[in-house]
């Protein structure tokens, strides 16, 4: 488990960037690194591990080799649980290991791979965590917080898969479709807003 190769994986600012070990057919295992590292950290550790199983060490945005994600854009925790879906569906998995490392106790790293697990139980067949903390919250609060950050996510990876080039429409099309999504819009004030909210080209 010596050799490894290099992953890419597109997102919209760039790439998520992955070290890969073993053979690509072996069980799969996420290796998530912690604070202020990356994939490297894995480097000692992976080839005393058993054969036969896959492990991918990404490097979450702006660490390691990964794009970083565009100026002014915080890295909040949920974004990374994001990045950690968005490689599992690139790699096509349905259910994998996931390993956990997190050197930072009180950093919100050691909280994304239960988190993930929490999210996508389905996902996930065994969770490792390496010096980090479970993942706990009030049990009133438990439903709430799993509906609504699963809804997140996931819709916003449904717009990423569906993206695709604006239609162009006639000025009279756009301002039919903009008073059809807005019903409390008139015709003229929707006017007034597509002089600055639309785009000319030649198509339309």
């Not at 600012?13 to 295992?29: I, M, R, Y």
């Not at 590292?37 to 005393?48: H, R, V």
């Not at 604006?166 to 006017?191: D, I, V």
Request: overall charge neutral; aromatic content about 12%.
């Amino acid at each position: 488990l010596g050799m490894f190769s290099e992953l890419k994986f597109p997102v919209p600012w760039g790439h998520v960037a992955a070290k890969a070990w073993g053979p690509s057919e072996g069980h799969p295992v996420l290796c998530l690194h912690g604070w202020l590292d990356n994939a490297n950290t894995f480097d000692k550790l992976i080839p005393l591990l058993p054969r036969g199983c896959y492990y991918v060490a990404m490097d979450f945005s702006g660490h390691g080799l990964s794009s970083h994600r565009p100026a002014g854009c915080p890295y909040h925790f949920l974004d990374y649980v994001t990045d950690v879906r968005r490689v599992a569906a690139a790699l096509q998995w349905r259910r994998f290991t996931l390993m956990g490392h997190s050197m930072g106790k009180f950093s919100f790293y050691c909280f994304i791979s239960p988190q993930f697990c929490f999210l996508y139980p389905e996902m996930v067949d065994k969770l490792i965590l390496l010096e980090s903390l479970g993942f706990l919250l009030a049990p009133e609060d438990t439903e709430a917080w799993l509906k609504s950050k699963r809804r997140v996510i996931d819709r916003l990876l449904s717009l990423e898969a569906k993206q695709q080039t604006p239609k162009a429409r006639s000025p009279e099309a756009a301002l039919q479709r903009l008073l059809e999504a807005n019903s409390h819009l008139t015709a003229e004030g929707g006017a007034i807003l597509l002089q600055r909210g639309a785009t000319e080209t030649p198509a339309g």
